[in-house]
């Protein structure tokens, strides 16, 4: 059990909270947040779970970093372009949840839109 | 040469992407119809010179693996090329004429067309878990760009629902490769493959990771609720993209895992949970096309079904003879050859008829039979091929799927593939039926021109003659998935 | 009753998937990765022309990702700008007229303009590089557009989206010269990789600024009157 | 007699399946139908004039196609082709202008599937050609673009489509049987397969949708009556044929002793041949008679097939007979579907000459001395005596067959009663009336005039009655007269019963196939007394789609729940 292993663990436990909160909220920014705080816990079990043990020295395994580097760059394009949708999106409709009533114009009256939970994804 | 066309492959799409950023969208459109000449030469080199060479694997930048990315340049990636630069084609040709040049953002579907591409073709060469991870992510951004660009709130809506469905099924995806390369450390699948095999090193958590991530990105039953949507609300030519070629990758992805690792890591419980979820895709997929009011909803769903088929891969080729197992192969590949023509065309000729009744209704097709007979040929055509009556692709690939699977004894899918075959004929015929109404309201039909009217017509026949060119076809496929060097 | 049995079975699926998950890492801790990858990149740095391990793997091993990443970047962009119809960034209502604000932006604009230059020179031989520096150059370009300083290049137009592209362009046409000098694609010539390398990475940082820039100015103001498209 | 010219046979098929390309200049409209006739007179050609035998082979096509000719084939051919060229004389004067350019596309590449399917030597050219008619046929059915025609085609799509899936399935398991993909190695892998009983029956039913099988006949009743009457001419003339020539280019005919399955048959096949007959007399319309009668008549070439299923002695003898009742029945059946749109004369003389042309081939159908039926009835009566079959109702075939015949001549009657003498023709008279008569001088004199000497058929024209024969011949056509009679006198108003009988029931059950709720109401105040029924399957079909879409919404709403679930599944297995 090295130090490196507790960031990976540390990552385990963000990833199912990420996961949770991706799930169970329905707000869109905080289903943004949740995915980060997943994609954080998942760069930290990359670079945590690739150092450990072997003969190489902890912390020189310069792969994982690169590739969490390029993970992130790739997160933050998506969180920027998520942003940006969501807040045309909420400037279109004032909504800030994928609410389901609206879908399609096809079901429109047999629901009552007040009965149905605003869903998680 | 063979760097030449590698990176003609690679990087072409890329610098057209970064012209066309700069033009506006009728420039791009000379630009882009110019490129897709370009690119479709450079496929058909690369075709050739696999023809002549064989197989091979191809370092970027001169690294090999592990410690570069390397290209994996074979039979069925080659096939997945010819395949993307067609369908590709056909829907940048129709979409240069389609889409309305007045409206301001159309400038942005060009380079978002252009980065597509590049990222279609990494994904079938690369042979890199992480590479093929940031390959995915270019496709999903591009894909929801293309349908979110013009920014309604439907299309903002099924852009957003498939942003967040796709980032976390990459995510499951990316979890899956940590855990593979901490396990062995390294990131080649060649050489993951070699390691497993010598080890013998359980991993199904991380297989089941990724499979799960990529089936999610595929739609497959019950993760599609994100396709329907986006595909219904895209504009045609990029639905048809979307549908024929952008589910396709991580399916491919998820094939290549599976036929690389499978046989150490899957077991058979888990390859038919997965089968029996592609059955439920294609029951499913097809009664909600049969329940659909609008058209590209109806087409859409149908995607869903289609790709249910393909799902039937993992079942057939686990604990299978080799025979069958490639019978399988060649049956999915097949599958997803003529599900891409026929499914590109169907949606061209969707957005053609919809163009010309201005209305995204089955019910407003009525009449629409007199006034623009040959898009609603080529959408029979192309459901011809869906249905898997011969001599379409689909037919061919029903064949041996049905003939893998009555030889491996899993006689149950030959069920599902025929009762597929029946539903597809019930929606397909649907909107026949709906075009054959007699008495119309509308009087005033605007016929579109008659090139937009050939794309999906060429497509449709593609479709329909692929099961005509099957034997040539499956040669290239002769050892499909790759034998020969590891690296 | 339901939406909290539905939150306890989300939760508990959520519990499984970390055990699982906790389990599997710990399972893979035990035996050492089978190859030492830095083993060789190690063997193979003085190749790649820079010191860092992680550059090098960035830009030389790994580039192909890299230039995908990029693309990623700009793809981001693009698609936000398209979104955004922003007529105008001196819009009265966006001004922020703050003193506190004016003195940040004095003092800080420039220390973060050497900051970003500073990470850039650094990625050579220390962590640090085009990503670090850009995301301190978009956070200077974000206080100056908190306080409406205008900045007419961040319209849309030409000059956006030509230096939204500039990163990649130039990462795409050195790998492009690469090859009529070298064996392969993104191949630096000898002697070479160093000056190269720097340059991308410079070019880079003023994409990856001005990208992250848009997407934080691409606003949802919408000037055209749209009509619905059945299509 | 030439042995075989490929460019011919080549032509005989290609010429209707690239004749849609006209319809790429929407002003060759009129043009397309003045060729209807042209398109299968290559086929013709080859059908009378090329020795059988034949076989040509184009490795290029699907997997290596290979086209050949026997005798049973050029049987077929030589109905398919002379049917399909007097119908096609008759639409041009038949057919209105609406919708023509579709009507003829439709029709060449039903032709080309027709004509394809009779040469077709290898599976995946037979099943590609057999679909294509299938399909094509569509148009045709539906061309009206009525209510009833959009029911009828999509009764007949479905049952096609189960019939397609059933074929495949049971090839599929053939070829994986025999290693081959030649029609002609089908009866032998049959007989070596392991599940035979499985392939038989998918291949009995997957061609039954086309020949009318009890139960798989759904179809037949709805689409005649709305189809333009060129195209029901052909569809029961022709097309129901190539089911039946399927069975026996399939069924271990000769091979196999299979008293279970040739009974079985056989029992379908008495059943379709007295039910559709009772069925049949209840109905008004004109086509739907014939529609039934043509259920009926096929009822006894099932049993035939039956028989030889379960006598492989009798096989070779009964195969050309088989075949004999085809063409007769083909040409009989296509001209009295056609004479349902031929306007009778004003002339008194006129008037009951064109009435008696009507009826002759209707007669004949009957089994009339000195028609073409008369030499079926014979025919089929000598193949059907019960010695040496192994099932137990075996002594019962012959008088089956006589009461089917005095079915058919009920039917003949009730379907000239309910001819009307005003009826819709086309617009251009002449050429109806040429095509008209061209049919009814097949029918009555194509049998005269045939050389029989076609090898192993029937020799020469014995089939000329005799003496004895002609009361054998005579007495069940004239108790169907005195039944016809009499009824005729007694009960005022046959009993309705709605065309398509059967589907009535699979409709309501089936309600998916159905566009929306409206369909099942209108049956259900269709049905009167079953209007509860009905509607207790519209609120649950209602109910159905209501959770799809619920359960659809909830999975949308779910997906990375399900993705979880389905990791964390697919980790444990």
Redesign the interface.
Known sequence: MSAHLLYAFGGVVLCGMGLGGFILLSHLLRKLLAFNIMGSGIFLILVGLAQHGGGAEPGMDPVPQALVLTGIVVAVSATALALVLIRRYYYLTGQTVLESSAESGRRNNDDDPGSRKDGAL | MTTWLMAGLLFTPLAWAAITLLLSFRNGRWVSWLGMLVQVLVSVGVWLLVVDRGEFYHGLGGWDAPLGIELRVDGLAIIFVLLTATVATACGWHAGMYLDSDKPWQKHFWPLFWFLWAALNSVWLSGDLFNLYVGLEVITLTAVGLVAVGGQADALRAALRYLLVALVGSMAYLLGVALVYGEFGVLSLAVVRELQAENGVGMTLPLALMLGGLAVKSALFPMHGWLPPAHGVAKSPVSGLMSGLVVKASFYIAARLWLELGHEAGSLALAQVLGVLGSAAVVWGSWLALRQKKLKQVVAYSSVAQIGYLFLLFPLTLSVSEAVSLQAQQGVTLQVVSHALAKGAMFLAAGNLILSVRSGEVDALAGVGRFLPFSLFSFGLAGVSLMGLPPSGGFAAKWLLLQASLASGQWWWALVLLAGGLLSALYVFRIYQASFVQDSDLDEFYHPPRSLELVPMILALLALGLGLVVDPMLTLLGRPFGEGSVP | MKAWFATFVVLAVCVAFTGLLAVTVWDIAQTPALVQLPAMVAEKLSESGVKNPVTAVLLNFRSYDTLLEIGVLVIAAMTGISMARTPTLEDPELRTSNELLFALQRWFVPLMLMVAGYLLWAGSDRPGGAFQAGAVLAAAGVLMRLGARPMNFLRPGILLRLGLVLGFAVFLVVALASAFAGEAFLDYPEGWTKVLIVTIEAVLTLSIGMVLLALFVAGPVNEYGEEDDPV | MMALFPPLVLASVLLPLLFPLL??RPDWARLMTYALPLLPLPALFVAIFSTPGWELELP????GSVWQMDELRQLFLLLTAGLWTTAGCFAIGYMGPE?L??FCVCWGFTLAGNLGLIMAGDI?SF??FF?LMT?AA?GLV?H???DNS?RA??VY??MG??G??AM??GF??V??QAGSLLMADIPAAIVNADNQDLIVTLLVAGFGVKAGLPLLHFWLPLAHPVAPTPASAVLSGAMIKAGLLGWLLVLPLGELASPGAGSTLALFGAVAGLGAAVVGVCQRDPKAVLAYSSISQMGLMTIMTGVALSDPQRAPVLLPVIALYALHHGFAKGVLFLSTAVALPSGRWARGLVWLLIALPGLSLAGLPFTSGALAKLASKEALASEGLGFAWAGHLSMVSTAISVATLLLVLRFLYVLPAKVKTGGRPNVLWLGWSAATATSLVLFWVMPWQVDGLVKAPVWLPSGAKLWQLSWPLLTGLAIGLVAGRLVSRAPAIPQGDGVVVLELLAG??K?GAGGVARLGTRLGSGGMAARLMLHTRAAI??W??EQ????????????????????W?
């Open positions: 319809a790429l290029a096509l699907l997997m919708h350019r579709r995946a099943y590609s679909a399909f569509y539906v009206e673009g009525t959009r085609g999509r799509i479905t489509m189960l397609e899936m495949l399935a599929i398991m070829a994986q998916s196939v566009k789609g209501l799809a879409d659809e919404r909830h999975l949308r709403h779910r997906t990375v729940l399900v993705m979880v679930v389905i990791v964390l599944i697919l980790t297995l």
